[in-house]
């Protein structure tokens, strides 16, 4: 059997229902293919048996312009974390440090003097003097590593202690690999601006006069509102699961109009007008090989999460107050622990686990532990206590029957890596399509729900101008 669609969007995660929600709001006709029998991709929350719940994938978000408007018109009440758990940390030299504020890392042994006078350096530097530096050329096509962009102005101490931290709790990745352009676009156009970091961020906070929203929020019962709630508001008809697109393929002589042949799994031929495809970079790949090859060199980190609990009174009362008071911590580089980081779910918001018990979402795997997303389920819960009594200074105090595991899920392509030459590879990618295609996901303009949200919406504004 064969239909007919004016529009079809290929993956229901957020980018998907998000040029969804944006086909509808302009009326137009369309139909998102599903290949699972879930929507929401990476966001996946899941109810336990004693009624708290579970995130298997994102557990919070930042909500920009793209996601307000979503939030708005569907009616959701966003659920805001609490500002009691205000702390960031990161695990270094064997102990957990607050980053929250410039001033705390100052005050504190965190980081050696060296690295602290090198914010003055870069504050004072004009770079563009530099003869040395490559970084200044204003060749649009510069690319740059994270690593190599931060130890030119800092040092190898302030990437392994603060940005190796940052970019595993976002990319689960390795700043010698990701692209500063790319993975902070602000950061480098400011740099290049002002020619220094410091400065340059300064000037922006004081021009801005406060600074961007970035509260944490999710709902109350979990992210999966957010994906119910885009559901519910576009009609059933426009929406199927368990309907996996194999190929899309290019056709002059079909009906008018009617310029693309949809395989499905499921035996069924679509004709198409115009096509939006949000699904990871590599499936993309795989569904228009002739158009977009070139996504198949975008490579995924592997994930595993931990979502566990356990029972207050096994920790310190030191501890107790920084768990409550924090959002959770991340690991620095070269640390004696597997774990990437844990976000401390009951401290954030309620409903995440009984009132005697902390719960933690662990983050394992990564592009700098990829062999662990193999290991069983045991192997795994090892590994979190040895950590988690680590972190917390518990010696061995902490053990296996006191960490009640609740889900462990493997993520084998969690997170796109935007790599040296990503904005290349993306910008050639998007200028090549004809104009009744568009691709949509979190490896154009950045992993975060809002982005994936917003490249849903820059997909619908491409296929109507
Ligand atoms: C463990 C983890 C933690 C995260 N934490 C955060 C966080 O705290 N905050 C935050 O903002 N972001 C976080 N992220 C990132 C964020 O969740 C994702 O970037 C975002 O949800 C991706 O949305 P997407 O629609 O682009 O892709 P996906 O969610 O991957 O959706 C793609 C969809 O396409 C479908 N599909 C694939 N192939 C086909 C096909 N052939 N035919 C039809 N459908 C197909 C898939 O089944 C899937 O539903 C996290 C991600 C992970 C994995």
């Given amino acids: ?146 690593k190599s962009f931060f130890e030119s102005r800092f040092n190898e101490e302030f990437v392994n202690k603060l940005i190796w931290p940052v970019l595993s709790g976002i990319y689960a990745g390795n700043p010698a690999q990701l692209s500063i352009r790319t993975v902070w676009p602000k950061i480098y156009e400011l740099d290049k601006k002002y020619q220094s970091i410091s400065r340059g961020m300064l000037f922006s906070l004081l021009k801005k006069g406060k600074k961007e929203n970035r509260e944490i929020y999710s709902f109350e019962s979990g992210l999966n509102e957010l994906i119910n709630g885009i559901v519910q508001y576009l009609p059933s008809e426009r929406l199927k699961l368990n309907s996996q697109i194999t190929l899309v393929e290019e056709c ?27 699904t990871p970079s590599y499936v993309a790949a795989s569904l228009m090989p002739l158009r977009l090859s070139e996504l198949q060199k975008i490579t995924y980190s592997p994930l595993v999460t931990v979502n566990c609990w356990m029972n207050k009174s096994l920790m310190r009362e030191s501890n107790q107050k920084l768990v409550e008071e924090s959002f959770g911590f991340l690991s620095s580089k070269n640390e004696d622990i597997k774990t990437l980081g844990v976000i401390f779910n009951s401290s954030l918001f309620p409903k995440r686990a009984p009132d005697e018990c902390f719960s933690f979402t662990i983050f394992l795997g990564g592009s700098n532990f990829p062999e662990l997303i193999s290991l069983s389920d045991n192997q795994i819960k090892d590994i979190c206590i040895e950590d988690i009594n680590k972190a917390f200074n518990l010696t061995g105090k902490l053990e296996h029957k006191d960490l009640k595991v609740k889900l462990i899920s493997r993520w084998k392509k969690a997170v796109p890596q935007l790599s040296l030459g990503h904005h290349n590879l993306i910008q050639s990618t998007l200028e090549n399509l004809p104009n009744d295609i568009a691709i949509a996901g979190n490896y154009i303009k950045g992993v975060s729900i809002e982005n994936a949200a917003q490249s849903g919406l820059d997909a619908i504004k491409k296929l109507i101008p």
Avoid: W
Wanted: some cysteine.
């Fill in 252 to 278: 002059s002589s079909l009906e008018k109009g009617y310029k693309y042949f949809l395989h499905s799994n499921s035996g069924e031929k679509i004709l198409a007008k115009r096509v939006i495809i949000a």
């Fill in 1 to 146: 059997m064969t239909s007919l669609k004016d529009l079809v969007i290929i993956g229901g995660g957020i980018s998907g229902l998000s040029a969804a929600f944006h086909a509808e709001r302009n009326n137009l006709d369309f139909v998102l293919l599903e290949a699972s029998n879930r929507f929401g991709g990476a966001v996946f929350t899941s109810s336990m048996d004693n009624g708290y719940l579970c995130e298997r994938g994102p557990g919070s978000l930042v909500i920009g312009n793209c996601l307000s408007e979503i939030i708005n018109r569907v009616q959701l009440k966003p659920l805001k974390a609490s500002p009691k758990a205000k702390h960031k940390l990161v695990f270094s030299d064997c102990t957990l440090h607050q980053i929250t504020r410039p001033f705390y890392i100052f005050l504190s042994n965190f980081l050696s003097t060296e690295t602290k006078l090198s914010f003055f350096k870069d504050f004072f530097s004009f770079r563009q003097t530099d003869k040395q530096s490559s970084l200044n050329s204003n060749k649009d096509d510069k690319d740059e590593s994270v």
